[in-house]
C-alpha cells in the first residue's frame, strides 16, 4: 500500500476487533475496503487541553484531559461496505439461508463492536500509516441518486491510534463492483413507486464512548437510535400528502391519525443486493418543491421516520466478512 511516489496519495483497509473487547486486538485477518472511490474526508484528534493561570491574564501551563479521535469517510457503496454495519449497529449480523445467504443486522446488544482502520497518507519523502484503535460509527448514511453510482458517509469515534512509517496491510484489500443507482428500487406501504429521483437513508445510532479515570475511552454504547428516510419523486399521485395529513382532506388534529406503514430502499449492484427495510414508518414533513417552474419536475420530498430499520445484505458469500 506504500507508494512513496510524491502523489500525495492515501489508503483505507479495515479489520474487525473482537465482539466485547473494545479497541482489542483484531483476530480478524480480513482486510477489508470500505467501498470504491473513498474519501477520508477528516481525521482528527482532541487534546481537551486545559489551561492554567497563575493570578495571570495568561495561561502559565497546558495539561491535556481526554483524548478522543473522530473520523469521517465516504464513498461509493461495494459489498465491503456492508461489514461496516457491525460498527453502526453494534454487533456481527445474523445469517440464513444456503446460497445466495442473507445477512441481517439489529441493535441486539447496547455495547458497540469496534474496528481497528489502517488509514495511509504516501507524501513526498515518505510513508504514514495511523491505526485508529476503537472506531465506532454513531452516524451512517446510504444515497440512491439518478445518475450516479450508490453512495455512503460515515462519521466515527476512536479511542487510541499508533504511527508506524510503513503499511500494515501490505496490499489493497479486494475491492468489489458498485452499487449503481438503476439497480435501486422503493416500495413505500408495499408498493413501489415510480419516477423516483434520490433517497437517502440515515441511521444515528448516538453511540457514545465510555470512560474511567483514563485518558482514552475504554468502552463503548449506543444510545437512543434514530432513522430518517428521505426520498424525492416526480409526483404521481397524492398519496404520499394524504399519509402526511393523516387522513384524505386536510391536516388531521388528532395526535394519533398519522397511520404506520412500510418502505424499503433496496439497492442491487447485479450480484448482491442490499435492502434496506423500515418498519413503524410514519410522516416527520412533506415538502414540494419546483412547483411553477416549466424547465423543471414538479417533486414531492417527504421525510420518513422509521422505528426500526433492518439492513439485509444478500450475497454468495458463505461467511460474514
Not at 18 to 33: C, R
Request: with cysteine; glycine share 8%; proline share 7%.
Amino acid at each position: 500500500m506504500n507508494r512513496h511516489d510524491g502523489r500525495g496519495a492515501g489508503d483505507l483497509a479495515w479489520l474487525h476487533e473482537p465482539v466485547d473487547d473494545y479497541a482489542g486486538t483484531p483476530s480478524d485477518a480480513d482486510y477489508k475496503p470500505a467501498g470504491k472511490d473513498v474519501t477520508i474526508d477528516n481525521l482528527s484528534i482532541e487534546n481537551a487541553l486545559e489551561q492554567l493561570r497563575n493570578f495571570s491574564a495568561e495561561a502559565v501551563d497546558q495539561v491535556a484531559t481526554t483524548f478522543e479521535g473522530a473520523i469521517s469517510i465516504s464513498g461509493t457503496l461495494t459489498p465491503g461496505t456492508m461489514w461496516l454495519l457491525n460498527h453502526v449497529y453494534g454487533s456481527p449480523p445474523s445469517q440464513s439461508g444456503s446460497g445466495p445467504y442473507t445477512y441481517e443486522w439489529a441493535p441486539d446488544t447496547q455495547r458497540a463492536q469496534s474496528a481497528r482502520f489502517y488509514t495511509g497518507l504516501d507524501y513526498l519523502s515518505g510513508y504514514a500509516e495511523r491505526a485508529l484503535k476503537g472506531v465506532v460509527f454513531p452516524q451512517f448514511e446510504i444515497t440512491n441518486q439518478i445518475g450516479e453510482t450508490s453512495t455512503f458517509s460515515a462519521t466515527a469515534f476512536y479511542a487510541d491510534e499508533e504511527f508506524a512509517s510503513s503499511a500494515t496491510p501490505g496490499s489493497e484489500p479486494t475491492v468489489g463492483d458498485p452499487f449503481v443507482f438503476h439497480g435501486g428500487n422503493f416500495s413505500y406501504g408495499g408498493s413501489s413507486l415510480v419516477k423516483m429521483q434520490e433517497a437517502t437513508l440515515s441511521i444515528e445510532t448516538n453511540a457514545r464512548p465510555q470512560r474511567g479515570w483514563e485518558r482514552k475511552p475504554v468502552d463503548a454504547v449506543l444510545g437512543g437510535i434514530n432513522y430518517t428516510l428521505s426520498p424525492s419523486k416526480i409526483v404521481t399521485t397524492t398519496d404520499l400528502l394524504t399519509d402526511a395529513y393523516g387522513n384524505s382532506s386536510a391536516p388531521a388534529t388528532s395526535p394519533n391519525a398519522l397511520s404506520s406503514t412500510t418502505a424499503t430502499l433496496d439497492l442491487s449492484n447485479d450480484s448482491d443486493d442490499l435492502a434496506l427495510d423500515c418498519a413503524g414508518v410514519k410522516t416527520e414533513s412533506y415538502d414540494w418543491e419546483s412547483i411553477g417552474n416549466p424547465d423543471e419536475d414538479k417533486t414531492e420530498a417527504p421525510e420518513l421516520s422509521p422505528t426500526e430499520v433492518r439492513p439485509a445484505f444478500t450475497t454468495d458469500l458463505a461467511e460474514a466478512r
